[in-house]
């Protein structure tokens, strides 16, 4: 029998408490940038990793928690909402 593949979700540090500070020109909740943010999906496993390894670093210099709780608390995806 033949068990067919499902692919793996791409990695993301998206911790869905999105606040893009415009000052900053981060995500207050992972650290990225819109234009990472916008083409995370067209990204290769490799070059996404390469970001979310800079991500602690970029978070400290501008001042950010590491956790990203500077964004609030998460909200729901919409298909969670009730």
């Given amino acids: 029998m033949v068990v067919p ?10 911790t869905r408490a999105c606040h893009l500070d415009r000052a900053l020109r981060l995500c207050r909740g992972c650290g990225r940038t819109g234009a990472e943010i916008a083409g995370w999906g067209r990204l290769s496993e490799p070059e996404r990793s390469v970001i979310m390894a800079g991500l602690p670093a970029r978070r400290a210099a501008a001042g950010l928690s590491p956790t990203g709780v500077d964004a609030g608390p998460a909200r729901p995806y919409p298909w969670q909402m009730t």
């Avoid at 593949?5 to 998206?14: D, K, L, N």
Wanted: proline share 30%; charged share 0%.
């Fill in 5 to 14: 593949m499902t692919p793996a979700a791409p990695s993301s540090p998206c």
